[in-house]
């Protein structure tokens, strides 16, 4: 398998890192996106380039100005909800005052228990009444994030007897929805390969599993402390990777 050819910060120019400060951006998630938002704000402490205002909030009133703000949006293991309460705080008034807008499902958001194309197919109806709500907002798709297979004496033994690992089964779900994700949106509208990313090692290569001679990703144990949330050097890792995406929106048109 190919390496992932990645960016770094150095490659983002200070005209760019100054147009994204002049930005309204709404960010809807849950833990997960508070372990981005972390790693984000360690990114900015570290790099005096970045100037980005960062601020817990669903409040119309605060994107007056440029911000970067971000809200808990519905519920954790109901998808449906997340959609729901992103469309909702959007209609408050922020979808009239900011140019970016990204929601973000967590791994608790597919499993074995859904249908990845119903959920899919609710994600896709929300964005595109949005979007006819809002032509002027640039709206970012995100994939699903993953977690880490099991790993030790146990996954060991389950390799070797050819049982699925721990968490194989759920993340193999994740893949079908994330490959959903990218049909419809990689190259027709900005999409941010969260799954990517976190499935992407070190030395540019993908953290990967097979099932019945398919293979799939799961995310780097490297990134990840209990199997799901980023650690730190997993957030920042990802949100350098999502801050050089947001300088670079201009040029996905």
């Not at 922020?94 to 967590?106: E, M, N, Q, R, T």
């Not at 798709?141 to 968490?167: D, E, F, R, Y």
């Not at 780097?220 to 801050?243: C, F, K, M």
Request: net charge negative; hydrophobic share 35%.
């Amino acid at each position: 398998m190919e390496k992932i050819s990645t960016r770094t910060l150095d490659s983002v120019s200070q005209v760019e890192w100054n147009t994204l400060s002049e930005k309204k951006i709404f960010f809807g998630h849950q833990s997960v996106g508070f372990n981005i938002i972390d790693g984000i704000k360690d990114v900015i402490q570290k790099n005096n380039r970045i100037s980005l205002e960062i601020v817990e909030t669903d409040d119309p009133a605060d994107f007056n100005r440029p911000i970067f703000g971000h809200a808990r949006a519905g519920e954790n293991t109901k998808p449906n909800t997340k959609c729901d309460d992103f469309k909702k705080m959007l209609q408050s008034g922020i979808g009239d005052s900011v140019d970016i807008a990204f929601l973000k499902f967590c791994y608790v958001d597919m499993s074995q228990k859904f249908d990845e194309q119903e959920v899919f197919d609710y994600y896709k109806r929300t964005l595109s009444q949005l979007q006819a709500l809002y032509p002027h907002l640039k709206f970012v798709h995100l994939t699903l994030p993953l977690k880490s297979n099991q790993a030790g004496l146990k996954g060991w033994v389950k390799s070797l007897i050819g049982s699925p690992l721990g968490n194989s089964v759920d993340n193999i779900c994740r893949n079908r929805f994330n490959d959903l994700m990218r049909g419809e949106y990689e190259g027709q509208a900005p999409l941010f390969d969260l799954a990517l990313y976190e499935s992407t090692l070190p030395n540019g290569r993908r953290q990967v599993f097979v099932h019945q001679d398919t293979t799939y990703f799961s995310m780097a144990p490297q990134y990840t402390n209990d199997g799901g949330h980023l650690n730190e050097s997993g957030r920042v890792w990802i949100a350098e990777q999502l801050l050089i995406f947001l300088t670079k929106l201009d040029e996905k048109g």
